[in-house]
């Protein structure tokens, strides 16, 4: 079955780095069928894409915050990760990790839409 | 790139309703939607995608339709465990959108 979980500090401070790291149960984030995401949610607000790469490709971020995020992958311990830097309190948010397959290797189930998520984790910036 | 509009952005109807929530690209983009619903604290989960394909597991209550710019997500009955915010979202291979949700309440 597969899963995502996400961890990281639920506190960091303003204008320091924010860093989470999602990590994979059956499955291998070296699966070049998929997409890895990071999608993170404000409160009381909607979804916010923040980036995905897949393992050997290309990485797209969202170009509101490309200039402080990094996505990165780890294979040894499988696991990708999110670094933001320079956090203020707009950053506070739930951040989930995600899986998204990818055109072309996506028969039978869904193309270009997250189906596996992480259940969330809550990043509070603040002094 | 692509915006994503939904509408209604509230919507309070009974259990057994029959639901109708509407999802507007601001170009085409195939059938390449999905739909999710999301309840306070937990995840997005995945209902439809690439339009009209139900997500296994999901009741077939839930049906989307749609190509192009417009696409709709139903619910035949609405079920008591249906109440929730709904979103559409697209992903064109590198840039990801999500419409604004929908928040569905008990009337």
């Known amino acids: 079955q597969v899963q995502l979980q996400e961890s990281g500090p639920g506190l960091v401070k303003p204008s320091q780095t924010l860093s989470l790291t999602c990590t994979l149960f059956d499955i291998s984030v070296t699966s070049g069928g998929y997409y890895w995401t990071w999608i993170r949610q404000h409160a009381g607000g909607g979804l916010e894409w923040m980036g995905h790469?897949?393992?050997?490709?290309?990485?797209y971020y969202n170009p509101s915050l490309e200039s402080r995020i990094t996505l990165s992958a780890d294979t040894s311990k499988n696991q990708f990760s999110l670094k933001v830097t320079s956090v203020t309190a707009a950053d506070t948010a739930v951040y989930y990790c995600?899986?998204?397959?990818?055109?072309?290797?996506?028969?039978?189930?869904?193309?270009?839409?997250?189906?596996?998520w992480g259940q969330g984790t809550l990043v509070t910036v603040s002094s | 790139d692509i915006q994503l509009t939904q509408s209604p952005s509230f919507l309070s109807a009974s259990v057994g309703d029959r639901v109708t929530i509407t999802c507007r690209a601001s170009q085409g983009i195939s059938s390449y939607l999905a739909w999710y619903h999301q309840k306070p604290g937990k995840a997005p989960k995945l209902l439809v995608y690439a339009a009209s394909t139900l997500q296994s597991g999901v009741p077939s209550r839930f049906s989307g339709s749609g190509s192009g710019t417009e696409f709709t997500l139903t619910i035949s009955s609405l079920q008591p465990e249906d109440f929730a915010t709904y979103y559409c979202q697209h992903l064109n291979s590198y840039f990801l959108t999500f419409g604004g949700g929908t928040k569905v309440e008990i009337k």
């Open positions: 995600a899986r998204i397959p990818r055109l072309g290797y996506c028969t039978g189930i869904s193309c270009l839409a997250p189906d596996y």
């Open positions: 790469f897949y393992y050997g490709g290309s990485t």
